[in-house]
């Protein structure tokens, strides 16, 4: 006796319905090690145009974030995408590994930096670096992410240090390095000059005064008796105070108020009045702010002029229109100052302490001066004002505390040398998203000279050598003899040897006739380190230079994006990348920026040992990433629903077609089933929108495309088809073979365009096929088909689709009536107009089979449909219990139940299986 469940043809698989991914990618990636699948990845795309994109370097130090899952899995997904659409595409990760975090984390270790010598400190930081680095590099392979890790690019490496010195050293040939005296942020907790990009906003309360300059000679063009009243919310510099600037072009007033006579711009006498309490402020005199020039006011409390300067920079926008101007604390004050020819003072220390400069402060830390300063100024009379008011104030994005602008002598890289060609370089840039083009202009067009000295330990030496009168010596070379020290032995030999230990051999200059140098005691603002990989990586290894693309989040349009603008263009004239793309920062479910206070950080060490890292990388293809994108274990349990639907389709498809050969059972387009080449076609619709996305860094589309397709057209519908053929026909059956040649190639391309997202359940899938290639990343996306007839099938069966969705609309209601149980207990008749009816009769069409129904039966039209027919738009539905009896094979309705003698319980269609097959 025939057992009928063992004459259906149903799916088997060995791949698991359970993906079990935190156990299983490990075992995956242990495996891609073993085969060292990047090389071979590599050795088959040799000879195909090289697409580059250059690693910026995160920094070695603490366990990655969210932020830095999101960026790394965004690269990893195109570069695998372009290596599968043909690129070569040579992904070299990196390190940046200078710079005072790591000073700081060996200090929080107990470390005692002053007990030893600079060489030996920075040997401690420099295996601190490593070990940062190994732990990282750990974390970012268990992303799944492919590169060559076994020689990454790391920024204190001596090949790149050499480099970075040829960098400096055109820099310097070209005129763009220079010393000067300029005032630069400068963090008293760190002891050292920052750059812009380490500076970050917070708010802090501060005083407001303001306060009075009597006039010393007023030139003849205001009263003796009248005082400037300026206004600043810094009193500590109060004791560098060496001008009063004003605007040539606004208009300024003599007012008597409080038996005095002040001197202030026109436009803010109702403001200064309501603020300094004024009763019936008399205006005296008008007088253009260019008339003002030269006069010398006296300093509040020290015997020292205060010149009146003219500035462009002076504004109506708040405070009296004259501004005090201390040229060692504020860049304007700097610029107009240097005009007049003033010195610059700046009377602080390393630690923003007062100088012997600063008399009366001497020792005080500048914060703590404020309260003095005031006070003093109140003592001599000439405090008008005293408030507080809380404002965003820069802050040492390391240390957490409050920076100042202070003049130190610097090692500057002038912007404005060259800014025309950085402009043009941005404008040649594609950026993504748009935005960013303008953003970054504007940072370019804004910015002031970079200042690249550090006063630190740990980083590149500024290769600068000083002769006995002082004079600057940076030669090609000095250069050159300094970049191949460095390459042979590290730049610690800096710090080892003497100045003439590191000069050329016999090198002499006549500002040291007997023959003694000195040496450059700071290093590199670490943004020069990262800034030139561009030549420590790309041309360091021979790829290709400029970049297809580099791809940071979008605070690196003023950190990295910008570093590396300026030395590219700086030695080369062009930008270092043809393509700019951002994506925003990670917060919580609500919104919010993560933090550790909050309780609301995402760890993807976590979220890999609890989902899996394909999970995490399917959560970054989900989401907008070129704004601030949100992470929650919820949204994550959501992802990982979807991730199910995925995986599951996929071993269907796997399950319906082992027993499918390509080469010997593969039907012909033109022979297959009408319903067989529409889906064919969708797969080349999903496929070409697929490929485009991808070519345009749009993952979200790629994402949403393919869980539409996989879960609406696939398992919803053709799948669901399928089974009433691929389960019940004959194994040589021709629709079932046609059914199974659709399954393969939906399988193959699924498989294949979801690499770049899946790659360890794409990869696990692949083993379970019997294709030549060891593993699906080596292998190609497929070339999108078009055929002659789809434009005429698409238009078709989308009115097919619309018909089916008002059958199952009348089924539901059927099964809510409890006229049927399943679909298959159904027999549908449709009544419709004459178009839809011709359709309803198209013999390629099974309607019966495509409804999931046992009878399918076309009545007359729409109008002529009895009154318990379910009217909706297209047409009207009568659905009745099936006629006949269930096939105990098929399950369907058929009147041909107990007609066949040795299968009574079985339909035709099945008894006939059986016979052929299985008697």
């Not at 040897?497 to 000069?503: P, S, T």
């Not at 030549?772 to 005429?792: H, I, K, M, Y």
Request: aromatic share 10%.
């Amino acid at each position: 006796m025939v057992e009928y469940k063992d004459t259906l043809r149903m799916p088997k698989t060995d791949f698991p319905m359970r993906g079990n991914l935190p156990a299983n990618e490990p075992k995956m990636q242990e495996k891609w090690d073993e085969i060292d699948i990047n090389t071979l990845v590599l050795e088959r795309t040799k000879g195909r145009p090289e697409y580059v994109l250059h690693d910026g370097p995160p920094y070695a130090n603490g366990d990655i974030h969210i932020g830095h899952a999101l960026n790394k899995v965004l690269k990893d997904m195109i570069t695998r995408h372009r290596s599968m659409t043909g690129y070569h595409v040579p992904y070299i990760p990196g390190w940046d590994t200078h710079g005072l975090p790591i000073e700081q984390a060996l200090a929080n270790k107990g470390v005692k930096r002053k007990e030893m010598t600079v060489a030996e400190f920075r040997e401690l930081c420099e295996k601190y670096a490593y070990e940062q680095i190994e732990n990282q590099k750990t974390q970012f392979m268990r992303l799944g992410v492919r590169g060559d890790w076994k020689n990454p690019y790391i920024t204190l490496k001596p090949e790149f240090e050499s480099r970075q010195i040829e960098v400096f050293g055109k820099m310097a040939e070209k005129g763009y390095i220079y010393k000067g005296l300029k005032p630069v942020y400068w963090s008293p907790s760190s002891e050292s000059a920052l750059a812009e990009a380490e500076i970050e906003y917070k708010d802090i309360k501060s005083p407001s005064i303001y306060v009075s300059f009597e006039i010393k000679d007023s030139k003849g063009v205001v009263p003796e008796d009248a005082k400037f009243i300026i206004w600043t919310t810094t009193p500590w510099t109060m004791p560098a105070n060496l001008g009063i600037s004003v605007n040539p072009e606004i208009t300024y007033i003599v007012v008597s108020a409080n038996n005095n006579k002040y001197i202030i711009a026109k436009d803010l006498l109702e403001t200064v009045s309501n603020t300094l309490e004024w009763e019936n402020a008399e205006v005296l005199q008008e007088v253009k702010g260019e008339q003002l020039e030269y006069i010398v006011a006296k300093h509040p409390f020290y015997d020292r002029d205060s010149l009146i300067m003219l500035g462009d920079h002076v504004t109506t926008e708040a405070g009296t229109g004259c501004v005090h101007t201390a040229p060692g604390h504020g860049e304007d004050d700097y610029l107009v100052s240097k005009r007049y020819g003033l010195d610059i003072l700046s009377p602080l220390n390393d630690q923003g302490c007062y100088t012997h400069e600063a008399p009366g402060f001497e020792g005080l830390f500048y914060d703590d001066a404020n309260k003095v300063i005031t006070e003093k100024l109140k003592e001599v009379g000439a405090l008008e004002k005293l408030s507080f008011f809380t404002h965003s104030y820069p802050h040492d994005w390391r240390t957490k505390k409050p920076v100042i602008y202070r003049a130190t002598p610097q090692w500057f890289c002038s912007v404005e040398a060259f800014r025309d060609e950085l402009l043009n370089a941005v404008s040649s840039t594609a950026f993504t998203p748009a935005w960013g083009e303008t953003r970054l202009y504007n940072m370019i067009r804004d910015r002031g000279d970079w200042c690249i000295s550090r006063q630190r330990a740990w980083g590149v030496p500024i290769p600068v050598f000083y002769a006995e009168n002082g004079e600057e010596i940076i030669t090609p070379e000095t250069i050159e003899h300094v970049s191949k020290l460095f390459r042979e032995h590290g730049s610690n030999i800096w710090f080892q040897r003497e100045a003439k230990d590191l000069l050329p051999e016999g090198f002499t200059h006549p500002g040291s006739p007997n023959g003694k140098f000195t040496k450059e005691n700071d290093i590199m603002d670490v943004w020069f380190d990262s800034g030139s990989s561009h030549q420590g990586v790309l041309v360091e290894r021979g790829i290709k230079y400029p970049a297809d693309l580099y791809l940071e989040g979008s605070d690196q349009h003023r950190g990295w994006f910008n570093s590396s603008l300026i030395t590219s263009v700086a030695i080369n004239g062009y930008a270092p990348y043809r393509g700019l793309l951002t994506h925003g920062f990670v917060l919580d479910g609500e919104g919010r920026k993560m933090s550790k206070s909050l309780g609301n950080v995402i760890i993807p060490e976590k979220v890999m040992n609890q989902y899996g890292a394909d999970i995490l990388r399917l959560w970054v293809a989900s989401v907008d990433y070129t704004g601030d994108v949100r992470i929650s274990m919820d949204m994550l349990k959501q992802i990982s629903e979807v991730y199910r639907k995925i995986r599951n389709t996929l071993r269907f498809l796997h399950g319906n077609v082992t027993d499918f050969n390509p080469k010997t059972d593969r039907v012909a387009y033109e022979d297959l089933r009408e319903i067989d080449q529409y889906m064919y076609m969708r797969l080349q619709d999903v496929l070409k929108t697929v490929r485009n996305a991808y070519d345009r860094y749009e993952f979200a589309s790629v994402y949403h495309t393919i869980n539409n397709f996989v879960a609406v057209e696939l398992s919803a519908f053709y799948l669901d088809v399928a089974k009433d053929v691929v389960y019940i026909e004959g194994v040589d059956n021709k629709d079932s073979r046609a059914m199974q040649t659709v399954m393969y190639d939906t399988l193959l391309t699924l498989l294949k365009v979801l690499t770049p997202i899946l790659p360890h359940t794409t990869d696990e899938l692949w083993s379970y096929l019997n294709e030549e290639e060891l593993s699906v990343q080596l292998t190609d996306f497929p070339e999108v088909d078009e055929r002659s007839n789809f434009a005429e099938l698409r238009t078709k069966w989308e009115k097919v689709i619309e018909i089916r969705d008002e059958v199952l609309k009348a089924l539901e209601e059927a099964r809510n009536a409890k006229t049927i149980g399943k679909s298959l207990e159904a027999k549908v008749t449709v009544f419709a107009d004459e178009a839809i009816q011709t359709l309803l009769n198209d013999s390629a069409i099974n309607f019966a089979q495509s409804c999931i129904v046992s009878q399918f039966v076309v009545g007359g039209s729409k109008e002529s449909a009895p009154e318990n027919a379910l009217v909706l738009e297209k047409c009207a539905i009568v659905v009745e219990h099936a006629d006949g009896e269930k096939c105990e094979r098929c399950w369907s309705y058929s009147t041909t139940v107990g007609q066949h003698e040795k299968h009574p319980t079985a339909c035709k269609r099945c008894a006939d299986v059986v016979e052929k097959y299985y008697v």
